[in-house]
């Protein structure tokens, strides 16, 4: 044996020695005795790695910040802990500033999965080719939005569209400029009879953010009159905040579609074949019977989810563009 040899034969004895010394330890269950644990194979630390990676796969879910935020809060933190027990993966609700931030957010991969209103849902659809609609509300294929009004404004209820032409001249307020039912619904309504935005008091309405504080403003008589989406309109009279001595309703519009849920084109890809389909089969198996369910399902004003397709929202697609919040 050459010298060369011999010194390549003992390097291989040294690395052969040490190889134990890197292979990967499987520890101890939770609460055992770690000096059990002893050293894995190679695949087993492969196998240990994948979990750990799965386990830190987060699904990150956001809203239009149409109502207050505590009750955004006490809803989607809900949401995200009865997702993760279902899908099981790791949920996190992402708090957004407005309207234009959840589409934004959705657009730039910060946001997997957003409840969002019939015009937010078609901007952010847009904006991410392959987008999925995953679910509506049973309520949603046909909501309405609640024109009301001060008290003290004059003003008396109608049971015509006609009666919009009343508001002309009035101070009047819509919700978040990209609400569907605190803006654009009602703006096509406004515009079938007659009325312009520049008829209202000071040329043009107000827009107060969300439908909370619609009714608060009106309520306060900063408005005359304002629109708000028909489930909080029914939620603020039930709590009490809507005082029907202050404030009242003037008209209900005919239904439109509205919210639904949206999840990234790239789920399947990033948490395993077929998450898709598991995350839509998991919001439309909440029912009342179930009592983490039953209390997500009332805080949405609802009896279950149901199906959609984005075929449902061409029509509040058309009537963007028609106002110009889609381009």
């Known amino acids: ?169 009035r101070r009047f307020t819509f919700g978040s400029e990209s609400s569907t039912s605190g803006r654009l619904m009602p703006q096509y309504f406004l515009s079938q009879a007659g009325v312009k935005l520049s008829d209202f008091a000071g040329g043009a309405p107000g827009f107060s953010g969300s439908h909370d504080a619609t009714i608060a403003l009106v309520q306060s008589g900063a408005y005359d009159a304002g629109v708000v989406n028909e489930q909080v309109w029914k939620a603020n009279l039930r709590s009490g905040k809507a005082d029907r001595s202050k404030v009242f309703a003037l008209w209900r519009t005919p239904g439109y579609p509205d919210y639904h849920w949206i999840g990234q084109p790239d789920l399947d890809r990033r948490f395993g074949a077929g998450f898709t389909a598991k995350l839509r089969g998991a919001i439309l198996s909440w029912r009342p019977s179930n009592p983490q369910q039953k209390q997500i399902l009332e805080l949405f004003g609802a009896q279950q989810f149901t199906g959609a397709k984005a075929g449902d929202y061409t029509r509040i697609e058309q009537v963007g563009r028609q106002i110009g919040k889609i381009r």
């Not at 330890?25 to 196998?47: K, L, Q, R, T, Y």
């Not at 904006?127 to 609640?146: E, L, N, Y």
Request: net charge positive; proline share 7%.
């Open 1 to 169: 044996m050459t010298t060369r040899e011999r010194w390549a034969a003992a390097l291989t004895g040294l690395a052969l020695a040490c190889l134990p010394a890197v292979v990967p330890s499987i520890p101890a269950p939770f609460g055992s005795d770690p000096s059990a644990a002893g050293p894995a194979s190679p695949s087993a630390g492969i196998a240990l790695l994948g979990r750990a990676q799965a386990q830190q796969k987060l699904l990150r879910i956001g809203a239009i910040p149409d109502q207050n935020p505590e009750k955004l809060n006490r809803l989607y933190g809900q949401v995200a802990s009865e997702l993760s027990r279902q899908l099981g993966v790791k949920v996190q609700y992402v708090p957004v500033t407005d309207y234009a931030a959840a589409v934004s957010a959705f657009r730039t991969g910060n946001l997997d999965l957003v409840w969002f209103g019939g015009l937010t849902g078609v901007q952010a659809r847009l904006q991410k080719p392959g987008a999925q609609v995953i679910a509506q509300r049973d309520i949603d294929a046909a909501f309405h939005s609640v024109f009301i009004a001060n008290r003290r404004s004059g003003l008396k209820p109608f049971m015509n569209q006609k009666g919009l032409a009343e508001l002309k001249g």
